[in-house]
C-alpha cells in the first residue's frame, strides 16, 4: 500500500539544502535519525548511516515520505554550550555593534545558554557553520543584537528568548537558494532576475520552521517578515505597518542594520542614517537604540570630496524628479489592473523618497562642509539606493505582463537611476 502524500512543502530534497548538509559532512557526523522512504514506501537509506553522495543519488527527483531534513541529525552539531562558546567570541571582537552590545553580554550568553535547539535548527544551523561560515557569523551577530534590542526595550525572557531565536534562524531559508543569490551583501546589490531568487529566502525560513520544528508561531512570522518594510517597499509580501508583527519590526530594523554593516562603510553611523533616512520605513522604538548608540561614537570620515559629493546631490535630485515624471506618465496611460498596482505602488514609493529628500534638507545644501560631508555621503548614498530598491518592487508587484506592458515597464524601471549610474 502506497504511503499518503506527505503534507508539508519539502516532500522532494531541495538541491542546495542537501548539497550544503553534504559539504558539512565532510567535517561533521551527520546521519540518518530514521529511515528514509519515497513515498512509495521504497527504503532509499537506513537508520544511522551517514549522508554521503550516494544519498544525493537517490534522493535525486523522489518524492519522500517525511521531509528529509526531519530524518537526519547532526551528531556533533551545533549545541547550546556550542551557542555560547560561539557568542563569546563574537561579542570579545571589536565590531560596529559592540557598543550596543557589549553592556548586555552577560544576558545575551545566559539566555543563549538557553535557547532550544530542535533537530531540524540545529542540522541546519551546524550545516551552515561547517559549509557557510560567514552566514553562521551573520546569524549569532543577529541573535545578539535582536535580543541587546529587546533588553534595552525591557522585554520579559519569553520576549527576549523568541528575539533571539528569531535572530539566529531567520536566514535559514539562504540554503534552499542557489548560493549565487545568498550572498551576504546581495539584497543590495543583485539585478532584478538575480532578486526574483533571493526574495523567496523568508518565505522558505518560515516554511521551515512552522511546518518541520515546533518552535512558536511568533518565530516563524518574524522570520517571513524580516525584509519588509512599514512602508510596503519590503518583500516577499509587501507588508505595510501594523500587517508586521512586533518581533517583525525588531528582525527588520536587526537585519538592515547590520546589512549596511556588510557592506563597505562598516559603521554604525551608516547603518543609523539607512534606518532613519525615509520616514516610515521602519519601526522608530527600536531604531532610535541604534541612533543613540551611533551619536555616541566619532564621527565616520567621508570617501568622498565635498565637491563631488554636492555633484552627486545634484544629479540626485534629477533623478528623484525625472522618475516621479516618468512613472506618472506611464500610469495616466495605462489600465491594465496589475500595471496600475506595480505603478502605484512604485508612485507611493516615491512620494517617501522624496519626503526623505526633503527631511534631509540636502535639496537646499549649497556647499558640503567637510564637517558634515560623511552624514551627507551616507543620506545620499541610502536614496540611491532606496531608488534602485523601487525598481525591483515595481518589478516584483508587477509580475507577469504583455509583452508590450513588460517591455514599458522595463524601460521605465530601467530609466529610474540612469542619470546617476
Not at 281 to 290: K, N, P, Q, T, Y
Not at 319 to 326: F, K, M, T, V
Request: hydrophobic content about 45%.
Amino acid at each position: 500500500m502506497n504511503a499518503p502524500a506527505p503534507k508539508s512543502g519539502f516532500s522532494t530534497a531541495n538541491p542546495h539544502a542537501l548539497a550544503t548538509i553534504l559539504e558539512a559532512s565532510q567535517t561533521k557526523s551527520i546521519i540518518a535519525s530514521r529511515d528514509i522512504f519515497d513515498i512509495t514506501g521504497t527504503k532509499l537509506w537506513a537508520r544511522d548511516m551517514p549522508v554521503s553522495g550516494a544519498l544525493q543519488r537517490k534522493l535525486l527527483d523522489r518524492k519522500l515520505r517525511h521531509p528529509l531534513e526531519s530524518c537526519l541529525v547532526a551528531e556533533d552539531g551545533v549545541t547550546p554550550m556550542a551557542l555560547v562558546q560561539a557568542t563569546e567570541k563574537m561579542l570579545a571582537r571589536d565590531t560596529p555593534v559592540s557598543a550596543l552590545l557589549s553592556r548586555h553580554a552577560a544576558r545575551l550568553l545566559q539566555e543563549a545558554a538557553h535557547l532550544p535547539l530542535h533537530p531540524v535548527a540545529q542540522l541546519l544551523l551546524t550545516a551552515g557553520q561547517a559549509s557557510r561560515p560567514e552566514s553562521f557569523e551573520h546569524a549569532l551577530q543577529a541573535m545578539a543584537l535582536n535580543g541587546a534590542l529587546m533588553i534595552a526595550h525591557g522585554g520579559g525572557i519569553a520576549e527576549l528568548r523568541v528575539a533571539m531565536l528569531c535572530g539566529l534562524l531567520h536566514d535559514l531559508g539562504e540554503m534552499y537558494i542557489d548560493p549565487l543569490y545568498g550572498e551576504l551583501d546581495a539584497d543590495r546589490t543583485l539585478d532584478f532576475q538575480s532578486y526574483q531568487q533571493l526574495v523567496v529566502h523568508p518565505h522558505v525560513g518560515s516554511l521551515l520552521i512552522s511546518q518541520l520544528t515546533s518552535y512558536p508561531a511568533t518565530v516563524a512570522r518574524a522570520i517571513a517578515e524580516h525584509h519588509e518594510r512599514l512602508d510596503g517597499s519590503g518583500y516577499p509580501h509587501g507588508l505595510r505597518s501594523e500587517q508586521v508583527s512586533p518581533q517583525g519590526k525588531l528582525l527588520a530594523v536587526t537585519e538592515a542594520a547590520l546589512g549596511v554593516l556588510r557592506g563597505g562603510h562598516p559603521q554604525l553611523a551608516r547603518a543609523s542614517v539607512a534606518l532613519r533616512v525615509v520616514p516610515g520605513e521602519f519601526d522608530l522604538s527600536w531604531v532610535g537604540r541604534i541612533a543613540q548608540a551611533a551619536r555616541q561614537q566619532p564621527l565616520p570620515e567621508a570617501t568622498l570630496s565635498p565637491a563631488a559629493i554636492h555633484h552627486r546631490l545634484i544629479a540626485l535630485d534629477g533623478a528623484l524628479q525625472a522618475a516621479e515624471n516618468s512613472v506618472n506618465e506611464l500610469a495616466e496611460a495605462t489600465q491594465t489592473p496589475t500595471l496600475v498596482d506595480a505603478l502605484g505602488l512604485a508612485q507611493h514609493l516615491l512620494r517617501r523618497l522624496r519626503t526623505g529628500w526633503y527631511a534631509s534638507g540636502l535639496w537646499a545644501q549649497a556647499d558640503v562642509s567637510a564637517q558634515d560631508a560623511a552624514e551627507v555621503e551616507a543620506v545620499e548614498d541610502e536614496l540611491l539606493f532606496r531608488l534602485r530598491a523601487i525598481q525591483r518592487a515595481t518589478l516584483l508587484r508587477a509580475g507577469e505582463l504583455p509583452a508590450d506592458e513588460a517591455a514599458r515597464l522595463h524601460a521605465l524601471c530601467e530609466g529610474l537611476v540612469a542619470d546617476i549610474v
